[in-house]
């Protein structure tokens, strides 16, 4: 890992760990500052990619951007997301070690744009026969479909991805792309049936219906007006200026046939989506505490699109049949119970639709050639950054505990890296201290004694548990813990603010206050029997799929969805720890979305939320700056006449290096000669050097111009 120096940077400092005042919260954010307002958008801490959202297009994604960072040292070029790219593709290719990208930030920061950014240099950068083409166009075209289905309008993103991706790409041994492979993580599913205020459900819907032709929606008895639809209705009114949707559902349909969906899959697909918005417009009423349909001929269009038999899809709306020891009991749902249920159906099939097409786009890019590409992967992770909201739910304590985890990766594998380079070039280690946010990781997923496992005692509990019940729960158990703060014990001025329904973590990146309303009901995922089995029988094949007859024939109770979320959580971090990791850390500058705004204080909370002081203090608590010898000379050679113009003592680079910061002066408190790499302790030498070679560099320039204009006079006489 080494740090670079680009002609002392036009604006700040293009790596922070060249920053002098580097403790300083108020230099950090001056030197982003600096930058943002330069169109430097890109800014380094080492090898960790810092990208602050510019909410405009800059020219600085071309083909020949491209060109000019292929094949180039990492610190030859500005700080951009080409470079990191590159850095992992060369030590995927050239050192056959699997790489993956983590991309990180929240809502708006931008992160889907980098993984983009990331996809745009693997494909022109790799081969270009038939076959590769094929899959790269397989690749590239997975994002629209993606963000079609995953996608939604939020307060603080118009196209915010409510859903985590991690992408494998397999490469044969030339480089060569040859498939692919996508999980995905925690969709917000909660979105189909409400949003809030100003909000919308997720893409697909608006353009299905801006976008689809007279026929096609026709067919599914659809009409374009946004406010016909219930599901709709919540949040946002009308349609959105910056997006649109019409030419965005083309994208989508174009998209589905490259990946080679059938025109019967793609039938099938708009046909549960369509079913979604008419199941939304399905009404009850109650007589005598029996919930009956108000809006027969909507329960029949639904079943046309899902390929069910009406009168069982009604009956099962309004009824629940349970086994209780082999008795079996059918009994009648109220209004609300039956509300639910809609609900609970609408959510389900939209979230297996979701999984059922990422696993069909994982059959797309499935590889066909497995020879010599069993290390050759690259993943790249875009997923939902730390959450604070003004009401923060189950949702956004996944969200936040996911980022633990990350974190703790994170400083895991900075640590690694850095003593790993120390020891290769046998420089000693200084231990480093630093947060281990271990404490709070424990503090949620435990055996026994976590969050995790006490919500999910609570909702296996016979009786009656409540969403307060579990509170009172954690409370017990957990009152003492340093990082946990409950009503009843915490102090007079946070039970002012703070509700008799929440829970306060002490969190990495800050404290959140969680609302535990909903928490059971959205941690029990529960979706009746009596649909999951009129589903099974689906004439619609992709319903039917997702809703498989043995899960019917299982006596064993689903686990849970925080369980779920935590065991794919685990295997994630797994992959990524069998992975040369490089990151890019997405920056909001203002919440407005509008370009040249730089808000210090969201950019503050963000730098904190991404510990991005933290690394920077790991990453300086040695050595600023390490450079190769043969590069640190061939750059500095021109300021000792022992090197000038060419080294010729014994023991190449690094001899000619020892000699060089002898004649600067260097002390040794300065800096340690390692095996290959030369390092320096402080910035100050650094730019003490280069604004050296920056002064000689010009006197050098006039010597040659004046030595080659006496040649042109001469060879005129």
């Known amino acids: 890992m080494e740090t670079g120096l680009h002609e002392r940077d036009r604006a700040g400092v293009q790596d922070f760990v060249l920053l002098e005042n580097y403790q300083s919260e108020d230099a950090f954010i001056d030197n982003l500052k600096k930058r943002f307002q330069e169109n430097l958008i890109y800014t380094y801490i080492g090898q960790v990619l810092i990208s602050v959202n510019p909410y405009k297009q800059l020219p600085i994604y071309s083909d020949a951007h491209i060109k000019e960072y292929k094949n180039k040292h990492f610190y030859e070029m500005p700080p951009h997301v080409f470079a990191v790219t590159d850095n992992a593709f060369r030590s995927l290719i050239e050192e056959n070690r699997g790489q993956c990208v983590l991309i990180s930030g929240e809502s708006g920061s931008g992160k889907t744009e980098a993984s983009k950014k990331v996809l745009q240099y693997i494909a022109a950068c790799s081969g270009h026969q038939s076959t590769v083409e094929g899959v790269k166009d397989k690749l590239l075209k997975s994002n629209p479909v993606l963000e079609a289905f995953g996608n939604a309008k939020t307060n603080r993103n118009d196209n915010s991805s409510r859903f985590g991706k991690y992408m494998d790409i397999q490469f044969d041994y030339k480089g060569a792309p040859i498939g692919g492979n996508i999980l995905n993580y925690l969709l917000e599913k909660s979105r189909v049936v409400a949003q809030m205020g100003g909000e919308r459900n997720f893409h697909i819907f608006y353009q299905l219906l801006a976008g689809g032709d007279d026929a096609l929606l026709t067919e599914l008895r659809l009409e374009r007006a946004l406010d016909s639809y219930n599901y709709l209705s919540d949040g946002l009114k009308g349609n959105l200026s910056s997006i649109d949707d019409a030419q965005n559902f083309k994208q989508v349909q174009q998209a589905l046939s490259v990946i080679d969906f059938t025109a019967d899959e793609q039938r099938e697909i708009f046909g549960i989506v369509a079913s979604i918005l008419h199941l939304g417009n399905v009404n009850f009423e109650e007589t005598e505490g029996n919930a009956q349909v108000v809006s027969r001929d909507l329960v029949v269009t639904v079943a046309r699109l899902l390929g069910v038999n009406a009168s069982e899809l009604s009956a099962a709306l309004t009824h629940r049949t349970i086994d209780a020891r082999g008795d079996v009991v059918t009994s009648p749902l109220n209004q609300e119970l039956a509300v639910y249920a809609k609900d609970a159906l609408a959510k389900a099939v939209y979230d297996r639709l979701f999984s059922w097409l990422v696993q069909r786009l994982n059959i797309s890019l499935q590889a066909r050639e497995t020879r010599g590409a069993r290390n050759n992967v690259m993943g790249i992770l875009d997923i939902y950054g730390f959450e604070i909201f003004n009401k923060n739910n189950f949702e956004q304590f996944c969200i936040n505990f996911c980022n633990e985890k990350l974190q703790q990766l994170f400083i895991e594998l900075t640590l690694k890296s850095e003593q790993d380079e120390y020891r290769r070039e046998g420089i000693e280690w200084i231990p480093v201290e630093y947060f281990d946010n271990k404490v709070i990781c424990n503090l949620i997923e435990e055996k026994h004694k976590g969050i995790i496992s006490i919500l999910d005692e609570e909702c296996l509990r016979p009786g009656e548990p409540t969403d307060i019940t579990f509170l009172q729960k ?62 099974s029988k689906a004439g619609n094949k992709i319903v039917r799929s997702c809703f498989p007859e043995q899960e019917l024939r299982s006596k064993k109770r689903p686990e849970t969805a925080i369980t779920q979320f935590r065991t794919s959580l685990n295997n994630l971090m797994d992959i990524l720890m069998c992975k040369e990791p490089s990151y890019i850390r997405c920056i909001k500058p203002n919440d407005l979305q509008s370009p040249g705004v730089f808000n210090d204080q969201l950019v503050l909370h963000q730098v ?110």
């Open 474 to 535: 954690l409370t017990n158990k957990l009152s003492e813990h340093h990082h946990y703060v409950c009503h009843e014990k915490a102090p007079t001025h946070i039970q002012k603010i703070m509700l008799r329904d929440e829970f306060r973590l002490v969190h990495y990146a800050g404290e959140v206050t969680y609302s535990v309303i909903g928490f059971l009901d959205k941690n029990n995922d529960l979706l009746f029997r009596d649909l999951k089995e009129t589903l």
């Open 608 to 717: 904190k939320y991404l510990g991005l002081m933290e690394n920077l203090r790991v990453r300086r608590a040695g050595f600023a700056y390490r450079r190769a010898y043969d590069l640190f000379l061939e750059r500095y050679k021109c300021l000792s006449k022992s090197t000038w113009p060419n080294y010729k003592g014994a023991g190449g680079p690094k001899a000619g290096v020892q000699q060089l910061v002898k004649d600067l002066g260097y002390d040794n408190e300065q800096y340690k000669m390692g095996e290959t790499k030369l390092f320096i302790r402080w910035p100050r030498t650094l730019f003490d050097t280069e604004d050296s070679y920056q002064a000689k560099k010009h006197d050098i320039a006039a010597i040659i111009q004046a030595h080659w204009k006496g040649l042109v006079q001469r060879a005129s006489i």
